[in-house]
Structure formats: structure tokens, C-alpha cells
């Protein structure tokens, strides 16, 4: 199989592009973190990577809004190529400031404001998969943390009809194991009808407020050590390799076939 070339946005406050490189390498795939500026500049054409990622971070510092400045950056700079590589039937993933650029881009709906709690939260989060992606084949439930003052999903009542009815809802907040561990409420954030993430494009796009790329490792789960053992009680392996990986392993999974 051909290797995989992934493109992963930086500049600018974007601050987990590490992070997003390390699972997509450890999925097996050439990830390139680039700088927008070289992107503008035509040092690196977009055309070559199959995979784009917008990752988290507070790009611009979020002064004007949560990724604003750093989507009409794109806008401005780079909106043709990037509705191109779309077109191409390509994915494309935002990650926490990742998905509020998409969301400003227009190009995933509804938007991201500020938390119910009116407060930054940083925990972890368990989700239930109720849309159809590349991204998220074969995974039914899956945890991952957060890390944001503005990821409270919002859209008016004609969006969230046609999300439902397009069935581009990604994933719903629930009270799963690590919520319930660490005695938290499913929903981190008052997200409307607990979205964690959207999808467009057939699926191939997606945006999440919750951090795979912070879930690539059992040892990342706030009860790993209750976890280790359990399973060392009953005589099973412990895996190395978090919940988080399987969505950058799907990511490569999906042009197996191309």
C-alpha cells in the first residue's frame, strides 16, 4: 500500500500539531507538520497530502473568536485548493480549535461559543458514534479528553433538523466510563443535544472538540492504573495503545482501497 501523506496545518497559536503528527506515524502514515505561510507562499501544494488536519491550540489567541482568524486566513489564502482537496474525495479532520476553524470555514455547520460554565474544562469525555464516517469505522463508543473554554456546540433549529436528517452528527457526549470514574457529568460543556462532533461531506470531514491525539496511550486514561489491574486480576494483556489511535488508523484505512 502506498504510504500516506499527511498535511498538518500549523502557525499562528495552533499548538497540538505534535501530537496530531505522532498518532497519524504511529497509524503508519508520512505526516508533515507545515506552516500556513508556506502553504500561501506555494513552498508545499496541498495536492500532494491525502489526509489535512486542522489541530487544537488557541490560533491567534482566539481574540476575535475561536479559530476566526485563522479560517479567513484560509479564506483568503488558500479557499480554492482546499475545496478542491475535498472534492478530491480527500479527509480532512479539525481537532478542538481545529473544528471551530471548519466551523468558521463554513464548511462544517453550526458553531462553537463559549461553555455553559462560563470556565475553561479540561477532562476526559466518553462519546457514543451515531454518524457514519471513515473516520470512526468500526468504533461505537470511544473517550478522549478535552482542553477548551469555547466547545459548547450550537446551531439554530433548521441546522440541527437537517444534521439529523442528513445524519452528520458525529458523535454525542454520554456518561461512560471515565465520567462516571471521575464523577463528572457526560456533558462537558452544554453542548446542544451533547454534540461532541460533525461530519460533511459524506463523512469524510470531521470536527470534535475531544482530543484523540491525547488518547493515543492507555497510561493517558485518568484510571489506566485501576485498568492494568483489573486485567492483570484476570490474566488479559494490557494494551499499550489508547482508545484515541483507532481514528487516525481509519484515517489511513480509508484509502486502502484507492
Not at 124 to 147: F, H, Q, R
Not at 226 to 255: C, M, T, W
Request: glycine share 12%.
Amino acid at each position: 500500500m502506498k504510504k500516506i501523506k499527511v498535511l498538518i496545518f500549523s502557525g499562528y497559536g495552533l499548538n497540538c500539531e505534535e501530537e496530531a503528527r505522532y498518532g497519524f506515524e504511529l497509524a503508519g502514515t508520512d505526516a508533515s507538520i507545515v506552516h500556513i505561510n508556506d502553504l500561501i507562499d506555494g513552498n508545499v501544494k496541498m495536492d500532494t497530502f491525502h489526509i489535512a488536519v486542522f489541530p487544537g491550540g488557541f490560533s491567534y489567541g482566539d481574540d476575535t473568536g475561536s479559530g476566526k482568524a485563522y479560517a479567513n486566513r484560509i479564506k483568503n489564502h488558500l479557499w480554492k485548493p482546499l475545496q478542491k482537496f475535498i472534492k478530491d474525495e480527500k479527509l480532512v479532520i479539525g481537532i478542538c480549535n481545529g473544528f471551530q476553524i471548519l466551523t468558521q470555514l463554513g464548511i462544517l455547520p453550526g458553531a462553537l461559543t463559549f461553555n455553559e460554565s462560563n470556565r475553561y474544562s479540561d477532562r476526559w469525555t466518553d462519546m457514543e458514534v451515531v454518524g457514519d464516517s471513515p473516520w470512526l469505522k468500526g468504533i461505537t463508543k470511544i473517550s478522549a479528553p478535552i482542553g477548551h473554554g469555547e466547545g459548547r456546540f450550537v446551531a439554530d433549529k433548521k441546522t440541527l433538523a437537517e444534521l439529523k436528517k442528513n445524519k452528520t452528527i458525529a458523535l454525542r457526549y454520554v456518561k461512560g466510563e471515565t465520567a462516571t470514574y471521575q464523577d463528572l457529568p457526560a456533558n462537558p460543556n452544554g453542548a446542544t443535544e451533547n454534540i461532541a462532533g460533525i461530519l460533511s461531506h459524506e463523512g469524510r470531514v470531521l470536527g470534535l472538540m475531544p482530543h484523540p491525539d491525547r488518547a493515543l496511550f492507555m497510561t493517558n486514561l485518568p484510571h489506566w492504573n485501576v485498568l492494568k489491574n483489573e486485567a492483570l486480576r484476570h490474566g488479559s494483556d494490557f494494551p499499550d495503545h489508547g482508545p484515541g489511535l483507532q481514528i487516525f488508523k481509519n484515517g489511513v484505512n480509508y484509502f486502502s482501497g484507492k
